[in-house]
């Protein structure tokens, strides 16, 4: 797969006449999707995300700014032509979108009824798509009866019928439970790589993002205000919002409730140091906490740890409460490239007795 | 009951049939077309004209606030053009076309504003034009509901049918008043009404049914 833009936005902008004035939904954004990747925006609701996704097959004109699909600039087209070039772009909802009256095979059926293909011709292509989501024995069925995770297989089907190049997903797993929302994320990362396809989808779910998204946008208020690799947003997030959607993935550690009065956001002489420490880069794996403990002759009182792969790589995450002198233990961890972040101070709890 | 009574009430029965199933299919025809115009013009539709929105939501209102008594009366310049003539069971089919049509297109109106925008948004994002997502999307998805809001429209039809008598037409209403009300004949009246039950229990179930039966489909 050659790695040439997709899908160019180009200084977008939209605003909507909302009950309280002017709303911007987006904000001057600009970004390139290459072919083949999976790109995700996460954002919370009302962060134009929605917007931006409807913008790349104009279901929302922007206002401003130029929307390039493989080369073509889909504002300057005719609204026959453009309905032409929305063929070659799939798109899946959150609440699947599909007809109720419609047998699963009719509704996957539907685009290339549209296209005007042959019933021949329609066949010939749903059957072995429905083979591919894995409801070949729902065909004749109507989707009331299928569970959530068959509707949103139904309706990939349906997006890959017209043999598009690239699927938008609108919060694709969200009304899915988690283990169906994996499913799905399986199914959409296998679409991906057997059929080179470009996705690009929205969530406000960043494990979804780690699970299957090359690169990531964090999206607030209209604008991307962090963009990368999804390992580079997840491990080293610089925004403050890319931060606390990044720290959503991690284990919740209410500090105050664990610690209780001794919990201090000062330095307490005497007292013991809360750090975050994030295992990536090339220590990642090495035993970097018995060695703390050795070489610096500090106590270590582990308060949570995970380990992760992002992207397949591995990707650690240590809460820590360390006695003793502790300036050189960041040292240390800094030098071995791990990100340190000090989250707070503990009175020494003999201290308090006395 | 008399044979002569049976006989009449057959008649009657045949006549008002004949009112509220040609009204019915003119309301049919019409009232989609027009349903569909009043759904699609909105500010948000298909095919945005606000204006001529306006202007038909105000004749539909107009329509539908006039008495239909008043509404027969009214429009016999009209029913002369249209039936030739503005006396007879033939020439009561027009008010009764004229006050259906705007009454059902509002049901088919609303039955279309019930279709989820979803299914709309993604028939748009497939490259559906406007016509295909009407034929594909919207009559379908609306279609249990269009069958109820044509059964009520037919059972309404019944109802306003009775009046028809006002303008020499036929039909049970007209039955109904002349020989049961005004020569004070009970036994007819009682006939009547127990024709007009039975015909729009009828009505109702045939429509339920067929509404069911669409969506489970």
């Known amino acids: ?354 | 009951m008399s044979e002569a009574l049976l006989e009449q009430l057959f008649d009657s029965l045949t006549d008002t049939l004949l009112m509220v199933g040609t009204a019915s299919l003119v309301a049919l025809l019409l009232g989609t077309i027009l349903g569909l115009v009043l759904f699609a013009t909105t500010e948000r539709g298909l095919w945005r004209q606000p204006a001529t929105n306006r202007v038909l939501g105000a004749l539909v209102n107009a329509t539908r606030s006039t008495p239909f008594i008043i509404l027969m009366v009214a429009i016999i310049p009209f029913t002369r053009l249209i039936a030739g003539t503005s006396i007879g069971t033939g020439a009561a089919i027009v008010p009764l076309a004229v006050a259906a049509v705007p009454f059902f297109a509002r049901l088919v109106e609303s039955a279309l504003r019930e279709v989820d925008r979803g299914l709309i948004e993604a028939a748009q994002a497939m490259g559906a034009t406007p016509r295909q997502i009407l034929a594909k999307v919207l009559l379908p998805e609306a279609l249990p509901a269009l069958l109820r809001g044509l059964t009520l429209t037919i059972i309404s039809l019944i109802g306003y049918s009775a009046m028809a008598g006002a303008v020499g037409g036929g039909g049970l209403g007209d039955l109904g008043i002349r020989y049961g009300y005004q020569r004070f004949n009970p036994t007819v009246m009682l006939a009547v009404v127990a024709v007009l039950i039975i015909l729009v229990q009828l009505v109702q179930s045939l429509g339920d049914l067929a509404a069911r039966r669409l969506q489970k489909k």
């Open chain 1, 1 to 354: 797969m050659s790695n040439g833009a997709m899908i160019t936005l180009d200084a977008l902008a939209k605003r909507f006449q909302g009950p309280a004035g002017l709303v911007t939904a987006i904000d001057d954004v600009s970004l390139t999707i290459a072919e083949g990747e999976i790109f995700g925006v996460i954002g919370r609701s009302g962060a134009g995300k929605s917007t931006l996704l409807r913008a790349i097959n104009l279901l929302e004109r922007p206002d401003s700014g130029r929307v390039l699909v493989g080369g073509v600039d889909l504002m300057g087209l005719a609204p026959d032509a453009l309905r032409l070039e929305r063929r070659r772009i799939g798109m899946i909802f959150q609440h699947f979108n599909l007809l109720s009256r419609r047998s699963v095979f009719d509704n996957v059926a539907l685009p290339l009824e549209l296209a005007g293909l042959s019933k021949g011709e329609i066949r010939a292509r749903v059957l072995p798509l429905l083979e591919l989501v894995g409801l070949s024995d729902k065909a004749g069925q109507v989707p009331a009866k299928l569970s959530g995770g068959q509707k949103q297989r139904v309706g990939i089907a349906r997006a890959l019928a017209a043999e598009p190049k690239i699927l938008l997903s609108d919060e694709a797993t969200s009304a899915l439970d988690p283990q169906t929302t994996r499913s799905i994320l399986r199914l959409l990362k296998d679409i991906n790589q057997r059929l080179g396809l470009t996705i690009v989808l929205i969530t406000h779910e960043m494990s979804v993002v780690r699970e299957i998204c090359d690169r990531v946008a964090v999206m607030e208020t209209g604008r991307i205000v962090e963009l990368g690799s999804t390992f580079d947003v997840l491990t080293r997030p610089t925004h403050p919002l890319a931060r606390e959607i990044a720290r959503g993935l991690e284990p919740e550690l209410k500090l105050d409730q664990l610690f209780g009065d001794r919990f201090s956001a000062l330095p307490v002489p005497g007292g013991s140091t809360l750090l975050r420490v994030a295992f990536s880069g090339p220590h990642a794996e090495s035993p970097v906490i018995a060695e703390l403990v050795r070489r610096f002759n500090v106590d270590l009182n582990i308060l949570s740890g995970t380990i992760d792969h992002i992207q397949g790589r591995p990707y650690g995450v240590m809460k820590v409460e360390v006695t003793g002198a502790v300036d050189p233990v960041i040292g240390h961890l800094k030098s071995l490239e791990l990100g340190v972040e000090v989250l707070g101070y503990v009175r020494s709890a003999l201290r308090t007795a006395l």
